[in-house]
């Protein structure tokens, strides 16, 4: 959930970089987390930084955006994951690379008051904001790139809202948390069948 961004060949001492992470075989890195963000306080700018270094290194990004409670009852939930977006989007000069050719990277929308919360996003508020993400892509870096690339939900998904989740036409799958540890899991798995 988390890499170092090595530059200028300094020592970061306990940090893990991708190229250790591909050494243990690993293949893919969950950065931007809400945690890493409001937490570790990583901005927009260190969090693109970190998916162009994975990326380059040739690992797997899932890189999650997503408002807090507080941005959202403001009305900037639009604003947030598109400057999220944007801080990404800047970093990463072959999308067509790194998306169409080698498939390598997943957008998660996360809304931060939904994350271990319970309190998911309706299946109509979590459309409403990916379907604006694909827009977005489509205006910022393509339309090939708004319909190949694959958007997450995550937050509070379980076995009960998976189903009604899984039917929108821009929720492309799940970041799943709490409800992996359990063996209703599979039905989240399966949500689309
Ligand atoms: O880390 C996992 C995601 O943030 C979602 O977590 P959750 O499914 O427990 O809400």
Redesign the pocket.
Known sequence: MNIVVLKHYLSFLGEISPAMLKDIGVEWVILG??ERRHVFCESDELIADKVKHALETGLKVIACIGETLDEREAGKTEEVVFRQTQAIKDKITDWYVYLLQLNNVVIAY?PVW????GKTATPQQAQEVHQSLRCWFESNVGPDIANSIRIQY????TEKNCKELAGQPDIDGF?????SLKPEFIQIVNARQ
């Not at 970041?175 to 409800?179: D, F, I, M, T, Y």
């Open positions: 987390h809400s996360e939904a994350i271990g919360t995550g937050g509070s998904v970041l799943v948390g709490g409800a």
